[in-house]
């Protein structure tokens, strides 16, 4: 029971893959939370008894309270929380329909509140927590075709510091990394098929490469670890210096 418990959301694939394995390999228990059972199974399979999951689709708000209330029941400690799930949709502005724009904020925004007051009050009760966002460079500077998770992404920053502000004198840090362009399967395959957008990711990005999952995990680790115990509401670029690139 001394073990640190961690919540990674999305935890099973890609970026929330990369985190969850850098936290088992520093030795914390890792509950990851995502809609599909058989890749969490997957995940779980392969890092042994240091990690656990929970079916669970985060749209499903009114649920979220009695999740919580179950991890916690179980486990006794809920030490961390990394809201790393989220969706993207890309369409031209004026083809987004309200509840294609509902969606992507419900999953990306309101989730992110509703799983993160519930975690909260358990960390109050322990007079310590850490809990790390993951933002976007769509929060940092406009991108088109992406109103919906801009809009979200945004809304997590000026989350993040809100929270941090309430939240550290009761011994709680919220940070929150913005990762740039990352090596990812699905990165991969929308930069693959449009050469021009790839030529100006790489052109605007000073370290002229793309970052790799690692690079994220690492940062969210650091925002957890007793190395950033004086470090809260800060908003941290993993890009290669693309946000300040020009």
């Known amino acids: 029971m001394s073990k640190q418990i961690a919540i990674v959301t999305g935890g099973g694939a890609g970026l929330g893959l990369a985190i969850t394995k850098k936290l088992i390999e520093e030795q914390i228990k890792v509950i990851i939370i995502g ?16 990690c656990n999951y929970k079916t669970f689709d985060l749209q499903n708000l009114k649920g979220i309270p009695a999740l919580i209330e179950e991890i916690y029941s179980e486990y006794g400690r809920i030490d961390i929380l990394v809201n790393n799930a989220g969706i993207n949709m890309k369409k031209p502005l004026v083809e987004v329909t ?17 799983i993160s007051r519930e975690v ?40 993040t510091r809100a929270m941090a502000t309430e939240l550290s004198p009761l011994g709680i840090r919220i940070n929150c990394v913005a990762p740039g362009f990352i090596k990812t399967a699905m990165s991969a395959k929308a930069l693959d098929a449009d050469p021009e957008r790839k030529n100006k990711v790489l052109s ?41 690139g020009f």
Do not use: H, W
Not at 38 to 49: I, S
Not at 98 to 114: P, Y
Not at 147 to 157: L, N, P, R, V
């Open 35 to 50: 809609r599909n059972e058989e890749t969490l199974k997957a995940v779980a399979l392969q890092f042994g008894t240091l």
């Open 98 to 114: 309200d509840d294609d724009f509902a969606s992507v904020i419900q999953t990306n925004l309101s989730s992110v509140f509703a």
């Open 120 to 159: 909260v009050k358990k960390m109050i009760e322990a007079g310590a927590g850490s809990i790390v966002n993951i933002s976007s460079m769509a929060a940092q500077y406009g991108i088109p075709k992406v109103i919906a998770y801009s809009a979200a992404k945004t809304g997590i920053e000026g989350m």
């Open 204 to 244: 605007r990005t000073p370290m002229g490469k793309m970052g790799e999952p690692e690079d994220v995990a690492e940062a969210v680790y650091f925002f957890c670890s007793a190395g950033a115990k004086y470090v809260t509401g800060v908003i941290m670029p993993v890009d290669g210096g693309n946000s300040i």
